[in-house]
């Protein structure tokens, strides 16, 4: 799967940077820095990450929401063409969703950005789009909501925080990935195979009663 390719490129990348000041340093977003010959950045600072935690937590979520919407893709727009699109979505979250930040920091010479969170947005918001009462938590927190209030959730939280700025968490990034994702697969899926993925959302929330939005426990 190239969900899996994505992941042992980023894991390789990111843990050989870990050690080698001068890859980090090349590839990483410097909004100042990023320009004519270095246009790069906006895809290389994808495959960096902060620690082994942070690379951890991208990757481990690009697994399980990753690999349901590359065999979804393949299966509505068929093997190659699915392929292709799900590349497609995870190659251009990273640019897009960096942009905001970019023109933000264009001239902070002291900003640095790294790791693959906004281009992982991006998938997991097709899936939340895709699948909105399948059921998402975190992990270790024994609470499970449907996908929609969870993805909700999260984007208020994101909005919340990133106004408060600090904390050294790119939440710009996550929402603007968040909603390219969802832009991204709404599109595709009308343009390639005729299917209304909003009418389709609604309908699969409409159908569900109120009882049906909050589970505890695993």
Not at 97 to 113: D, E, M
Not at 123 to 149: D, E, K, R, S, T
Not at 156 to 172: C, F, P, Y
Request: net charge positive.
């Amino acid at each position: 799967m190239i969900t899996f390719l994505i992941i042992g490129i980023t894991v390789l990348i990111s843990v050989v940077a870990f050690g080698n000041y001068t890859i980090m340093e090349r590839f990483i977003f410097r909004p100042a820095e990023t320009g004519p010959g270095k246009w790069y950045r906006f895809f290389t600072y994808g495959v960096l990450h902060a620690d082994y935690a942070h690379l951890i937590f991208n990757m481990f979520t690009l697994y399980f929401f990753g690999g349901v919407i590359e065999h979804t893709f393949k299966t509505v727009l068929g093997d190659q063409t699915g392929v292709i699109c799900y590349l497609l979505l995870y190659l251009t979250a990273l640019p897009i969703s960096i942009l905001p930040t970019y023109f933000k920091q264009k001239n902070n010479t002291n900003y640095r950005g790294l790791g693959a969170s906004g281009a992982v947005s991006a998938v997991i918001f097709a899936y939340i789009l895709i699948h909105p009462m399948n059921f998402m938590g975190i992990l270790f927190i024994p609470i499970w909501l449907p996908a929609f209030l969870f993805g909700t959730i999260f984007l208020l939280i994101s909005v919340a925080l990133d106004k408060k700025q600090g904390g050294g968490i790119n939440h710009s990034a996550h929402i603007t990935g968040s909603l390219y994702g969802i832009a991204f697969t709404v599109i595709l899926f009308m343009a390639l195979a005729d299917i209304n993925l909003i009418g389709e959302f609604a309908q699969k929330i409409s159908i569900h009663s109120v009882g049906d939005l909050l589970r505890f426990g695993y």
